[in-house]
């Protein structure tokens, strides 16, 4: 059962100052234009998040009442968990993120696009992340609004951002787009999976302006890349 996202915690973010993207070093070639698909794989990234050094203080719950079994484990250039995938739908009102077709529809996000207006959870994939808690504070991580995520889900990988915020003790969550791209149904009300989603978020990533799909695509694709050549 998923529950509302928090959006109180959205000042946070304006207490985050905003960092550059990252550029390829002199003498690279530059980023291609449209991400190469498959490029890397998604039997490479869960051979990479194989193991877990946990990070968070405690384990979070999938679902509300659920038992809590799930940690955040990070690396020197990531940080990731393993769970279920519930639709946040939240943002910008359209024909199939609304007040009628989700039950739990809310009008705003944590984080909001270039243009003051929140985001849109039908054409931008997007990951919730848990609001800050003695448990884990994503903020201490290098992750704010617009941090790049791969999303792992069976034999697919696909590129998201940091999009929204939820509640304190609960995780696993992404947008509509974002569950379509995965091959998840989408529906708000009784889609999603119950497990097998990876999430990768890469440490001190920001895609500007947050609703640049491609540049996330593009960004993610080398991140991820050179997230499998670290040890």
């Known amino acids: 059962m998923r529950v509302k ?13 905003p960092t550059a993207l990252p550029s390829p070093e002199p003498g690279t070639e ?30 979070y719950r999938t679902d509300d009442g659920s ?40 009008d705003a996000t944590a984080f909001q696009q270039s243009d ?16 800050p808690s003695r448990v884990w504070d994503y903020r201490d991580h290098g992750i ?6 791969a999303l792992v889900h069976e034999d697919r990988v696909r590129y998201a951002v940091v999009g929204d915020v939820g509640p304190q003790d609960i995780i696993g969550e992404a947008s509509y787009a974002a569950a379509e791209a995965l091959g998840i149904h989408p529906d708000p ?11 990768i978020v890469f440490k001190d990533s920001r895609v500007e302006p947050i609703e640049d799909q491609e540049g996330a695509e593009m960004v993610g694709e080398r991140l991820a890349r050179k997230f499998l050549s670290t040890d």
């Not at 003051?116 to 609001?131: F, I, K, Q, S, T």
């Not at 009300?189 to 999430?199: L, N, Q, R, W």
Request: charge should be neutral; proline fraction near 7%; hydrophobic fraction near 35%.
């Open 116 to 131: 003051g207006r929140y985001l849109d959870a039908e054409r931008l994939p997007y990951v919730v992340v848990p609001a």
């Open 189 to 199: 009300h009784g889609g999603g999976t119950k497990s097998g989603v990876t999430y």
């Open 5 to 17: 996202s928090l959006t109180l915690v959205a000042a946070s973010a304006a207490l985050l100052a």
């Open 30 to 59: 530059a980023w291609p234009a449209v991400r190469p698909q498959g490029e890397v794989r998604a039997a490479e990234l869960m051979d990479k998040v194989r193991d877990c050094t946990r990070i968070s203080r405690g384990l």
């Open 144 to 149: 704010r609004g617009g941090s790049v995520v």
């Open 67 to 106: 038992p809590s079994t799930v940690p955040i484990c990070g690396t020197r250039d990531a940080v990731f968990w393993k769970a279920d995938l519930d639709i946040d739908c939240d943002g910008q009102p359209g024909h199939r993120c609304n007040s009628e077709t989700d039950p739990y529809f809310h």
